[in-house]
């Protein structure tokens, strides 16, 4: 390659490329590189997973590339992540992932995945971050600002309405336009805004009928018209269906290589003319572009600090973890005193990562047993017994070994001032690939819990799970329950320095935890049938469905304790146009450091369409000393007000009363005021069978048609207190054709105005 070579531009490289390679480069070479062009100088790229940690694969690995990955450092999946809500920790996480994803000569990284949590039994749910689409949005859109400030790319994902695992490449998500737009895009909006992605990762699924991959839309009206994306779109790993149809529609690069199909099929559309030049010129050029953007990386690796990059992950999983209960002080556990029993393999056999194509091969592994000991140092005997083994042996068909094992762990608590239980689901409860039967924990470790608590009460439960898990009836019968979801390669040290209180517990959970399966808002309606899945629940999926119905749940969206307290006060709300200001006073008033999540909810006191009872639009996180108090502002645009007017094709606020809620969760509001906005004064298009109550809300039509109808019979049964609604539902075409009516149909269309 010379010099010449490299300062040609993407456009200069396009206009020598030959048509055959041209549609060579819109393919794979490879399960992971691009194509190159030798004559031209134009290098392969390669992209890999994860979005928690760099999954590239070894040389001589399977030909699915599943396995043999170079190692990497491990950071908590996304569960735990998201429940941080910490902006500045998912920006530096992204920073280290990028450190290590240049290093190893790698272009992009394919992560972060934004989908939303709609059920609690999709299998890739510890791969996501949330039910909600701004917390997502925001937590996502830092990821990608700190991988891509290494020089190395990002690929969000996976565009859209992803939501399960079952039928995963074939299923069509049908949902409507709003539902769309507020839920389940919104998130992907967010980061392609903020952060511009290098490339954008399209889903295999269809939407209303349409394969993603091949959805003009989806990649080019929206993605690319209205927000404004200037990057690539790949396919996620055979997500290509119609392949000349995908160029067409926006879809630049097939992902793995295609064998040469996806080539062949793509020159002969263009032979044919079924597939232009521009748009096959079109979606070579992204590619180029793509290559210019990463050439800089591959001429300079860098380097890597994994012991710093360790420590990283251990502050992530630290603040990933929730404390989801702690009764009579519980924890943090004393440093002196008697012994702590640590009962559960997963103590000493972590289960620390998710399961499919995000897997990594961790650098190290911290267990909590270890970790526990030597936080102790010798302070408190620790004791330690297995309980169970994480997946059932199937030739145990008498259960002896279960028994023997819990008879084990009972004879440990008995004896023990404190035992700290280690629950959570096996690998094989919850993976890309399929979704899960249910969301209990394993009727072996129920048994055990059983067991233990009956030997003593003072039982601290520390759970290790992608999705969320069953707490009913069994947390009542525990003082305190500690959430660590999958904690990464750091997460056995993080968990014991919150049991220790060497750290503050400080995660609030990403997503609601239902007392029970058949509450959740998918029921009826998951995972589908017949290749189709209805979005029945339409806006209200997570916690606005439960608050919706006024359920009761096992733990709030936005619930996490801390082991110290924290005050609010001083609210204040400025309104500025359709935005809003949002000031409050946070005081630490308990006795250790601590930090808090300040989140800031919106209620649309006024809406004419139905909006849920209030949404997240906007936190913050704050960290004060004892005694220390701390303004908080939070910045609402007039997106936290809007919703998608489905008659107007855009985003709305109307103008009115709106509901500014600040609180500790999405139960646990402590302020709440106010706030008039002026709105955007929208005006729904009339048409001809327009309902009459229509014309008459009509700022410029409504006029001429009350005075035509004033003074005539029809006025009296028009606005009859009893029976004028249903008669001013009655399309006004229709009621020009009734006899005696003071309005032709001849009439109508001079009175539409413009």
């Not at 409507?176 to 895009?185: A, K, M, P, Q, V």
């Not at 020159?267 to 793509?290: K, N």
């Not at 068909?397 to 959570?424: H, S, Y």
């Not at 009296?716 to 020009?736: E, K, N, V, Y």
Request: with cysteine; glycine share 10%; aromatic share 6%.
């Amino acid at each position: 390659m010379t010099d010449t070579d490299v300062t040609r531009t993407p456009a200069e490289l396009l206009a020598e490329l030959t048509v055959e390679e041209k549609a060579a480069l819109l393919d794979g070479s490879d399960f992971w590189h691009t194509e190159p062009v030798e004559r031209l100088g134009i290098p392969a790229l390669m992209v890999t997973d994860g979005p928690h940690g760099l999954r590239k694969q070894a040389v001589g690995g399977d030909h699915l590339g599943l396995a043999n990955s170079v190692p990497a450092t491990c950071f908590p999946p996304a569960a735990g992540l998201a429940s941080s809500w910490d902006v500045d920790l998912l920006r530096r996480v992204g920073e280290a992932l990028g450190r290590e994803t240049r290093a190893e000569g790698v272009s992009v990284l394919l992560g972060p995945g934004v989908n939303m949590k709609r059920s609690p039994l999709c299998g890739r749910n510890f791969e996501y971050l949330s039910e909600d689409p701004v917390l997502a949005g925001d937590l996502a859109a830092a990821l990608v600002e700190g991988v891509q400030s290494q020089g190395v790319g990002t690929s969000l994902k996976h565009f859209a309405a992803n939501n399960q695992e079952t039928q995963r490449m074939t299923v069509s998500a049908d949902v409507d336009e709003r539902t769309l737009r507020e839920i389940y895009l919104t998130a992907f909006e967010r980061v392609v805004t903020t952060a511009q992605p290098w490339t954008v990762m399209c889903s295999y699924n269809r939407i209303n009928g349409v394969y993603a991959s091949e959805d003009p839309w989806l990649l080019t009206d929206v993605l690319r018209g209205e927000w404004g994306f200037s990057g690539l779109v790949v396919s996620d790993w055979g997500a290509v269906n119609v392949r000349e149809d995908g160029v067409r529609a926006g879809l630049d690069l097939e992902m793995p290589s295609s064998s040469g199909a996806g080539t062949q099929r793509i020159l002969e559309a263009v032979s044919t003319g079924t597939l232009s030049t521009e748009d096959l010129d079109r979606a070579v050029l992204r590619v180029l572009e793509l290559v210019e953007k990463a050439r800089p990386a591959l001429a300079d690796r860098g380097t890597v600090d994994v012991d710093a990059h360790h420590a990283l992950a251990r502050e992530a999983a630290l603040q990933s973890a929730v404390l989801l209960k702690n009764e009579d002080e519980v924890l943090p556990l004393a440093a002196t005193g008697g012994t702590v029993a640590v009962v559960g393999e997963f103590a000493r056999t972590p289960r620390y990562q998710g399961a499919g194509s995000s897997q990594v091969n961790p650098t190290r592994l911290d267990d909590a047993l270890t970790a526990l000991r030597a936080q102790f140092d010798g302070s408190r005997d620790v004791t330690f017994a297995p309980g169970y083994v994480p997946e059932a042996d199937p030739d145990d068909a008498t259960g002896e070994q279960a028994r023997a094992l819990v008879a084990e762990a009972v004879d440990v608590a008995r004896a023990a001032d404190v035992v700290v239980l280690f629950l959570g689901l096996p690998a094989s409860y919850e993976s890309e690939g399929y979704d899960r039967e249910h969301t209990n924990l394993p009727p072996e470790q129920l048994d055990l819990l059983d067991a233990v608590v009956a030997a003593n009460p003072r039982t601290v439960v520390v759970l290790a799970n992608g999705s969320v898990v069953n707490l009913e009836p069994w947390q009542h019968t525990v003082p305190a329950v500690l959430e660590g979801w999958l904690g990464g390669q750091a997460g056995g040290s993080a968990v014991a320095d919150l049991l220790t209180g060497v750290a503050n517990p400080s995660g609030k959970l990403a997503e609601t935890v239902p007392l029970h399966y058949r509450d959740n808002p998918t029921v009826g309606n998951f995972p589908g049938e017949h290749g189709h899945v209805r979005y029945g629940e339409g806006l209200l999926i997570g916690y606005r469905w439960y608050d919706a119905h006024s359920l009761p749940v096992a733990a709030a969206f936005g619930h996490g304790l801390s082991y110290t307290t924290f005050g609010y006060s001083d609210l204040r709300v400025e309104a500025r146009g359709n935005g809003v200001d949002v000031r409050v006073t946070i005081t630490n008033t308990g006795d250790v450091a601590g930090s808090e999540v300040v989140q800031v909810y919106v209620a649309d006191v006024d809406a004419t369409v139905f909006r849920p009872d209030a949404e997240l639009k906007g936190f913050a996180r704050v960290s004060l000393e004892p005694g220390e108090a701390r303004e908080v502002a939070v910045e609402l645009d007039e997106r936290a007000f809007s919703f998608w007017h489905s008659a107007t094709g855009r985003w709305v606020v109307e103008g009115g009363e709106f509901g500014i809620r600040v609180g500790a969760s999405s139960r646990d509001v402590r302020l709440a005021t106010t706030v008039q906005l002026p709105g955007d004064g929208v005006t729904v298009p009339l048409q001809l069978d327009s309902e009459l109550e229509v014309w008459l809300q009509h700022p410029d039509a409504a006029t001429a048609v009350r005075e035509r109808i004033d003074g005539t019979p029809w006025a009296g049964m028009l606005f009859d207190p009893q029976h004028g609604a249903m008669m001013r539902a009655i399309p006004l075409l229709r009621l020009t054709r009734f006899p005696g009516f003071p309005i032709a149909e001849t009439e109508l269309p001079g009175l539409i105005p413009g």
